[in-house]
């Protein structure tokens, strides 16, 4: 699977951007997540998503903010970011890893190590 990331930016604090995650190759991902690292930083949750429902999970800083989603017939999944602060500033990435139950998902699905292939990024920047 690979998966390619695009939609960042800059934007001026409060402002949106959506984010986008394309796979291509064996596209089949049961749970997939959004993650975001900043410099210095270890790379954190963000949001994921269990493909084969509708159940989603955030981290406790951007509920309410953020939305995750995806469309099946495009093999894209998505991070709407809405009321965005300077603290959101990071690369961003999406992961991927098939095959594991709605529980695990909901479970891990906001732990790094849950993920069996990621993007190359996408940066970020709220000033």
């Known amino acids: 699977v690979q998966l390619?990331?695009?939609?960042?930016?800059s934007v001026q604090a409060g402002g949106s951007l959506r984010l986008s995650c394309r796979a291509t190759g064996?596209?089949?991902s049961s749970c997939m997540g959004w993650f975001r690292q900043a410099p210095g930083k270890e790379r954190e949750a963000v949001a994921s998503i269990y493909t084969a429902g509708t159940s989603t999970y955030y981290a406790d800083g951007?509920?309410?903010r953020f939305t995750i989603s995806r469309d099946s017939t495009q093999n894209t999944l998505y991070l709407q970011m809405s009321d965005l602060k300077p603290e959101d500033t990071a690369?961003?990435?999406?992961g991927g890893t098939p095959y594991i139950r709605a529980w695990y998902c909901e479970r891990d699905?906001?732990?790094v190590s849950t993920y069996d292939f990621w993007g190359q990024g996408t940066q970020v920047t709220v000033s």
């Open 91 to 94: 690369m961003y990435y999406c």
């Open 4 to 9: 390619v990331e695009s939609g960042g930016g």
């Open 62 to 64: 951007v509920k309410g």
């Open 26 to 28: 064996n596209t089949f």
């Open 109 to 111: 699905g906001l732990l």
